[in-house]
Protein backbone atom coordinates (compact mmCIF):
# COMPACT_ATOMS: atom_id res chain seq x y z
CA UNK A 1 0.00 0.00 0.00
CA UNK A 2 1.31 3.41 -0.90
CA UNK A 3 1.71 5.65 2.20
CA UNK A 4 0.89 9.03 2.76
CA UNK A 5 2.13 11.19 -0.30
CA UNK A 6 3.17 14.29 -0.46
CA UNK A 7 4.93 17.01 -2.85
CA UNK A 8 6.47 18.87 -3.92
CA UNK A 9 9.23 17.53 -1.40
CA UNK A 10 11.59 20.72 -1.08
CA UNK A 11 10.20 24.56 -2.15
CA UNK A 12 12.33 27.46 -2.41
CA UNK A 13 10.50 30.57 -2.90
CA UNK A 14 10.98 33.79 -2.22
CA UNK A 15 9.31 35.68 0.17
CA UNK A 16 5.35 37.20 -0.78
CA UNK A 17 5.24 34.53 -3.24
CA UNK A 18 2.32 31.89 -3.03
CA UNK A 19 3.33 28.67 -1.70
CA UNK A 20 0.40 25.26 -1.95
CA UNK A 21 1.86 22.19 -0.34
CA UNK A 22 -0.18 18.86 -1.52
CA UNK A 23 -1.15 15.94 0.54
CA UNK A 24 -2.92 12.44 -0.35
CA UNK A 25 -3.70 10.56 2.68
CA UNK A 26 -3.92 6.76 2.91
CA UNK A 27 -7.14 5.37 1.24
CA UNK A 28 -9.83 4.74 3.83
CA UNK A 29 -8.52 6.90 6.28
CA UNK A 30 -10.67 9.60 7.72
CA UNK A 31 -8.89 11.70 9.37
CA UNK A 32 -5.83 14.45 7.75
CA UNK A 33 -3.35 16.26 10.43
CA UNK A 34 -1.02 19.24 8.93
CA UNK A 35 2.13 19.86 11.34
CA UNK A 36 4.68 21.72 11.25
CA UNK A 37 8.25 21.22 12.18
CA UNK A 38 11.08 23.47 13.31
CA UNK A 39 14.18 23.65 15.46
CA UNK A 40 12.92 26.23 17.64
CA UNK A 41 9.13 24.70 18.63
CA UNK A 42 9.31 21.30 17.24
CA UNK A 43 6.30 19.48 15.83
CA UNK A 44 3.48 21.51 15.86
CA UNK A 45 -0.09 20.57 14.89
CA UNK A 46 -1.79 23.29 12.31
CA UNK A 47 -5.19 21.78 11.68
CA UNK A 48 -6.90 18.59 11.92
CA UNK A 49 -9.86 17.25 9.64
CA UNK A 50 -12.28 14.68 10.30
CA UNK A 51 -14.00 13.28 6.86
CA UNK A 52 -12.98 16.23 5.28
CA UNK A 53 -14.20 18.81 7.22
CA UNK A 54 -12.38 20.96 9.47
CA UNK A 55 -12.26 20.64 12.79
CA UNK A 56 -9.71 21.90 14.75
CA UNK A 57 -7.13 24.91 13.14
CA UNK A 58 -6.37 26.17 16.65
CA UNK A 59 -2.69 25.82 15.73
CA UNK A 60 -2.87 27.70 11.95
CA UNK A 61 -0.40 30.40 12.70
CA UNK A 62 -2.28 33.27 10.66
CA UNK A 63 -4.45 34.50 8.36
CA UNK A 64 -1.64 33.66 5.78
CA UNK A 65 -2.26 29.86 6.22
CA UNK A 66 -5.36 28.13 5.13
CA UNK A 67 -5.77 24.59 4.50
CA UNK A 68 -8.66 22.65 2.18
CA UNK A 69 -9.65 19.14 2.04
CA UNK A 70 -11.99 19.17 -0.78
CA UNK A 71 -12.25 15.20 -1.16
CA UNK A 72 -10.99 12.46 1.02
CA UNK A 73 -7.82 12.03 -1.06
CA UNK A 74 -6.62 15.09 -1.35
CA UNK A 75 -5.49 18.12 1.20
CA UNK A 76 -3.86 21.55 0.28
CA UNK A 77 -2.47 23.69 2.62
CA UNK A 78 -1.67 26.91 1.51
CA UNK A 79 0.99 29.74 2.41
CA UNK A 80 0.24 33.66 1.13
CA UNK A 81 2.46 35.57 0.99
CA UNK A 82 4.92 33.93 2.36
CA UNK A 83 7.42 35.03 4.68
CA UNK A 84 11.60 34.14 6.00
CA UNK A 85 9.73 32.45 9.12
CA UNK A 86 7.76 29.88 7.42
CA UNK A 87 10.55 28.17 6.73
CA UNK A 88 10.00 24.70 8.11
CA UNK A 89 9.21 21.12 7.17
CA UNK A 90 5.46 20.50 6.77
CA UNK A 91 4.31 16.83 7.47
CA UNK A 92 0.85 15.80 6.36
CA UNK A 93 -0.60 12.26 8.59
CA UNK A 94 -3.58 10.04 7.82
CA UNK A 95 -5.58 8.17 10.39
CA UNK A 96 -8.26 6.06 11.28
CA UNK A 97 -10.21 8.43 13.25
CA UNK A 98 -9.98 7.01 16.67
CA UNK A 99 -8.87 8.40 19.95
CA UNK A 100 -5.90 6.27 20.06
CA UNK A 101 -5.21 5.56 16.08
CA UNK A 102 -2.08 5.46 14.79
CA UNK A 103 -0.88 8.68 12.31
CA UNK A 104 1.15 8.09 9.26
CA UNK A 105 3.39 10.37 8.57
CA UNK A 106 4.00 11.70 4.57
CA UNK A 107 7.55 12.32 4.36
CA UNK A 108 7.46 16.01 4.61
CA UNK A 109 7.65 18.87 2.47
CA UNK A 110 10.84 20.90 3.38
CA UNK A 111 10.14 24.86 2.61
CA UNK A 112 12.98 27.47 2.39
CA UNK A 113 11.34 31.07 2.41
CA UNK A 114 13.77 33.23 0.71
CA UNK B 1 -3.15 20.48 30.10
CA UNK B 2 -1.63 17.68 28.46
CA UNK B 3 2.54 17.71 28.21
CA UNK B 4 5.55 15.57 27.88
CA UNK B 5 8.96 16.25 28.33
CA UNK B 6 11.95 14.59 26.98
CA UNK B 7 15.29 14.30 29.34
CA UNK B 8 18.22 14.98 27.04
CA UNK B 9 18.28 16.21 23.64
CA UNK B 10 21.56 14.13 22.59
CA UNK B 11 21.94 10.22 24.05
CA UNK B 12 24.98 8.97 22.40
CA UNK B 13 25.65 5.07 23.39
CA UNK B 14 27.98 2.00 21.99
CA UNK B 15 26.55 -0.73 19.20
CA UNK B 16 25.23 -3.36 22.11
CA UNK B 17 24.78 -1.17 24.42
CA UNK B 18 21.53 -0.28 26.63
CA UNK B 19 18.90 2.58 25.01
CA UNK B 20 17.54 4.48 27.34
CA UNK B 21 15.42 7.47 26.67
CA UNK B 22 13.41 9.54 28.67
CA UNK B 23 10.05 10.50 29.14
CA UNK B 24 7.54 12.42 31.66
CA UNK B 25 3.88 13.32 30.73
CA UNK B 26 1.77 15.42 32.72
CA UNK B 27 -2.00 14.73 32.21
CA UNK B 28 -5.19 15.88 34.69
CA UNK B 29 -6.78 12.17 33.27
CA UNK B 30 -5.04 8.95 32.50
CA UNK B 31 -3.38 9.65 29.32
CA UNK B 32 -2.48 7.50 25.94
CA UNK B 33 0.99 7.89 25.29
CA UNK B 34 2.83 6.98 22.14
CA UNK B 35 6.97 6.50 21.01
CA UNK B 36 7.27 7.84 17.72
CA UNK B 37 10.74 7.70 15.39
CA UNK B 38 11.36 10.09 12.94
CA UNK B 39 14.97 8.56 10.81
CA UNK B 40 16.83 11.54 8.79
CA UNK B 41 14.83 12.99 6.14
CA UNK B 42 11.93 11.24 7.16
CA UNK B 43 8.14 11.22 8.46
CA UNK B 44 7.69 10.01 11.53
CA UNK B 45 6.60 5.95 12.45
CA UNK B 46 4.65 4.93 15.43
CA UNK B 47 7.18 2.79 17.96
CA UNK B 48 4.60 2.01 20.07
CA UNK B 49 1.99 2.98 22.16
CA UNK B 50 0.38 2.60 25.52
CA UNK B 51 -3.42 2.47 25.63
CA UNK B 52 -3.60 1.30 29.46
CA UNK B 53 -4.10 -2.48 28.59
CA UNK B 54 -0.39 -3.68 29.84
CA UNK B 55 1.81 -1.18 31.59
CA UNK B 56 4.94 -2.46 29.92
CA UNK B 57 4.16 -2.52 25.90
CA UNK B 58 6.75 -3.83 23.05
CA UNK B 59 6.93 -2.07 19.68
CA UNK B 60 8.93 -2.16 16.84
CA UNK B 61 12.37 -3.01 16.34
CA UNK B 62 13.12 -4.48 19.63
CA UNK B 63 12.17 -1.38 21.56
CA UNK B 64 9.44 -1.24 24.79
CA UNK B 65 7.90 1.34 27.26
CA UNK B 66 6.90 0.76 30.84
CA UNK B 67 3.96 3.39 31.74
CA UNK B 68 4.71 4.62 35.31
CA UNK B 69 1.89 6.16 36.80
CA UNK B 70 3.57 6.48 40.55
CA UNK B 71 6.57 8.24 38.28
CA UNK B 72 4.39 9.82 35.61
CA UNK B 73 7.19 8.23 33.25
CA UNK B 74 7.01 6.78 30.13
CA UNK B 75 10.46 5.91 29.60
CA UNK B 76 11.78 3.77 25.75
CA UNK B 77 14.58 1.44 25.78
CA UNK B 78 15.80 -1.56 24.36
CA UNK B 79 18.49 -3.62 25.04
CA UNK B 80 21.28 -3.72 22.60
CA UNK B 81 21.55 -0.57 20.43
CA UNK B 82 22.10 -1.30 16.89
CA UNK B 83 23.65 1.15 13.90
CA UNK B 84 20.04 1.45 12.65
CA UNK B 85 18.44 2.79 15.88
CA UNK B 86 20.06 6.08 14.82
CA UNK B 87 17.23 8.64 14.60
CA UNK B 88 15.49 11.05 16.37
CA UNK B 89 12.56 9.89 18.85
CA UNK B 90 9.82 11.98 20.30
CA UNK B 91 7.31 10.85 22.55
CA UNK B 92 4.07 12.29 22.84
CA UNK B 93 0.72 12.27 25.16
CA UNK B 94 -2.69 12.15 23.41
CA UNK B 95 -4.48 15.63 24.52
CA UNK B 96 -8.02 15.56 25.29
CA UNK B 97 -10.56 17.10 22.73
CA UNK B 98 -12.12 14.02 21.35
CA UNK B 99 -9.55 13.30 18.83
CA UNK B 100 -6.12 12.13 18.69
CA UNK B 101 -4.65 15.27 18.98
CA UNK B 102 -0.50 14.51 20.04
CA UNK B 103 1.14 16.85 22.00
CA UNK B 104 4.80 16.44 21.30
CA UNK B 105 8.14 15.94 23.36
CA UNK B 106 11.16 18.38 22.13
CA UNK B 107 12.79 15.10 20.74
CA UNK B 108 15.79 13.03 21.85
CA UNK B 109 18.28 12.75 18.96
CA UNK B 110 20.15 9.16 19.66
CA UNK B 111 23.70 8.42 18.27
CA UNK B 112 25.11 4.75 18.12
CA UNK B 113 28.65 4.53 17.88
CA UNK B 114 31.17 1.30 16.63
Known amino acids: DAGVIQSPRHEVTEMGQEVTLRCKPISGHNSLFWYRQTMMRGLELLIY????????DSGMPEDRFSAKMPNASFSTLKIQPSEPRDSAVYFCASGTGTVIETQYFGPGTRLLVL | AQSVTQLGSHVSVSEGALVLLRCNYSSSVPPYLFWYVQYPNQGLQLLLK??????LVKGINGFEAEFKKSETSFHLTKPSAHMSDAAEYFC????????????FGAGTRLAVHP
Open chain 1, 49 to 56: FNNNVPID
Open chain 2, 92 to 103: AVSALGGYNKLI
Open chain 2, 50 to 55: YTSAAT
